[in-house]
């Protein structure tokens, strides 16, 4: 199962609402996870089940979607949010990654 | 806390092996579905292969790229995972993570293959 995410790259300032996309080629349901991944550091985990946050993940993350289409949403941005972001699919083996979004600040 | 710390990358030949571990505390290790993830220099995370649970049968699957090349195993005895690697390329050069269910990582072991 291939995993789309858009876009590769995306500017924005502190305060700002971001959306980031990914788009799976065949049904998942809800199994997609979002992680984070900053410079030199291993990959943080942020959301499973599409939309269920980890219990330490701030609240101004949100994922929604289900079946091929999911977003994850920053609905304000902080300073520590510049990262990379990846969506993953565990729905079938291989489990497999989106290409990954930067984010970075305007 | 739960912690997970890989331990085992190292500089190997083309053709070498070489056996990485992931050790956990602070968790049932047990029920634990682990996975091995990798990520080449500048490039994204590559998704190398899981070992479920024994409850669940204790089964691993592969990514193609390493299937018939690495064995992932564990030791519930000593709330460690394995990866086995033979056959080493130049393409498996990356940093390889441990993670847990979905939920927790390791910091990563390096793996440069070079001759």
């Known amino acids: 199962i291939e995993l789309t995410q858009s876009p590769s790259s995306v500017s924005a300032s502190l305060g700002d609402r971001v959306t980031i996309s990914c788009r799976a080629s065949?049904?998942?349901?809800?199994?997609l996870a979002w992680f984070q991944q900053k410079p030199g550091k291993a990959p943080k985990s942020l959301i499973y089940?599409?939309?269920t946050l980890h219990s330490v993940v701030p609240s101004r993350f949100s994922g929604s979607g289900s079946g091929t289409d999911f977003t994850l949403t920053i609905s304000s941005l902080q300073p520590e949010d510049f990262a990379t972001y990846y969506c993953?699919?565990?729905?079938?083996?291989?489990?497999?990654f989106g290409q990954g979004t930067k984010l970075e600040i305007k | 806390e739960v912690q997970l710390v890989e331990s085992g990358g190292a500089l190997v030949k083309p053709g070498g092996s070489l056996r990485l571990s992931c050790a956990v505390s602070?968790?049932?290790?047990?029920?634990?579905?682990m996975t091995w993830v990798r990520q080449a220099p500048g490039k994204g995370l590559d998704w190398v292969g899981r070992?479920?649970?024994?409850?669940?049968?204790?089964?691993?699957d592969y990514a193609a790229v390493v299937k018939g090349r690495c064995t992932i195993s564990r030791d519930d005895s000593k709330n460690t995972l394995y990866l086995q690697m033979n056959s080493l390329k130049t393409e498996d050069t990356a940093v390889y993570y441990c993670?847990?269910?979905?939920?927790?990582w390791g910091q990563g072991t390096l793996v440069t293959v070079s001759s």
């Open positions: 065949l049904h998942i349901s809800n199994f």
């Open positions: 070992i479920k649970s024994k409850t669940d049968g204790a089964t691993a």
């Open positions: 602070g968790f049932t290790f047990s029920d634990a579905w």
């Open positions: 089940g599409a939309s």
């Open positions: 993670l847990l269910n979905l939920d927790y």
């Open positions: 993953y699919q565990y729905s079938d083996d291989p489990h497999t």
